[in-house]
């Protein structure tokens, strides 16, 4: 899709924050219906893109069919913790970590989390007080784009601007989406970060503008 056709029919911060959101915690109450009942959201504008809406509608398929009540709930927690927070399960674990899919990929807090603490910085951002995350978690790369996108960078003189950090995590989400797809045992996970794949691309390498 061509940038202005990208600008004008998405929301582009509102939609970095709906993914974010997903890899940040396990959904819960109105949110985890909204996903249940196939209107996903913050994401239900990607519904109507080629690329996303398969992989969207196959996550909202995975809870619909864990039913409701306080048992779905608890099975997509578990989902979570297991896939993202190094427990892992019987295929393994799924950090949402950029340092785990660049370089040596061995451990976290490398290169990519020092890169991201100066990008940061260099925009007057930081990671919440109260968030124990490293800066270069998906959620928070993710939710640093919606923020330079809302502001219009490039930001301070010589800070990557919002087309750069797009580019970032368009080169590692691929794998992180791969180890996804043969890690998360429910299904959720995977299809979410499929989407959130194909969502990266639609506005190509040289990123997009948000939407006025």
């Known amino acids: 899709m061509p940038e202005s056709d990208l600008d004008r029919v998405l929301n582009q911060p509102v939609l970095l924050g709906g993914f974010a959101d997903l890899f940040a915690a396990s959904l819960e109450g109105e949110d985890l219906a909204e996903w249940r009942d196939g209107t996903l959201?913050?994401?239900?504008?990607?519904?109507?893109?080629?690329?996303?809406?398969?992989?969207?509608?196959?996550?909202?398929?995975?809870?619909?069919?864990?039913?409701?009540?306080?048992?779905?709930?608890?099975?997509?927690?578990?989902?979570?913790?297991?896939?993202?927070?190094?427990?892992?399960?019987?295929?393994?674990?799924?950090?949402?970590?950029?340092?785990?899919?660049?370089?040596?990929?061995?451990?976290?807090?490398?290169?990519?989390?020092?890169?991201?603490?100066?990008?940061?910085?260099?925009?007057?951002?930081?990671?919440?007080?109260?968030?124990?995350?490293?800066?270069?978690?998906?959620?928070?790369?993710?939710?640093?784009?919606?923020?330079?996108?809302?502001?219009?960078?490039p930001g301070a003189p010589g800070a990557p601007d919002a087309a750069g950090l797009r580019a970032r995590l368009a080169g590692w989400v691929p794998d992180f989406a791969a180890a996804c797809a043969v890690c998360d045992e429910l299904g959720f996970y995977a299809a979410v970060a499929a989407g959130l794949e194909a969502f990266l691309r639609l506005g190509g390498a040289a990123g997009v503008s948000p939407s006025t």
Do not use: I, K, W
């Open 41 to 153: 959201g913050r994401l239900a504008p990607l519904l109507g893109e080629p690329g996303c809406a398969e992989p969207l509608a196959r996550a909202a398929g995975v809870l619909a069919g864990l039913g409701e009540g306080a048992e779905a709930v608890s099975t997509l927690n578990v989902s979570h913790v297991r896939l993202f927070s190094g427990f892992g399960g019987p295929r393994g674990h799924a950090a949402p970590y950029e340092s785990l899919y660049r370089g040596e990929g061995t451990r976290l807090f490398g290169e990519p989390a020092a890169e991201m603490a100066v990008l940061l910085a260099a925009n007057g951002l930081a990671v919440a007080r109260d968030c124990a995350e490293a800066p270069d978690h998906l959620a928070v790369e993710l939710l640093a784009l919606a923020a330079l996108l809302q502001a219009g960078a």
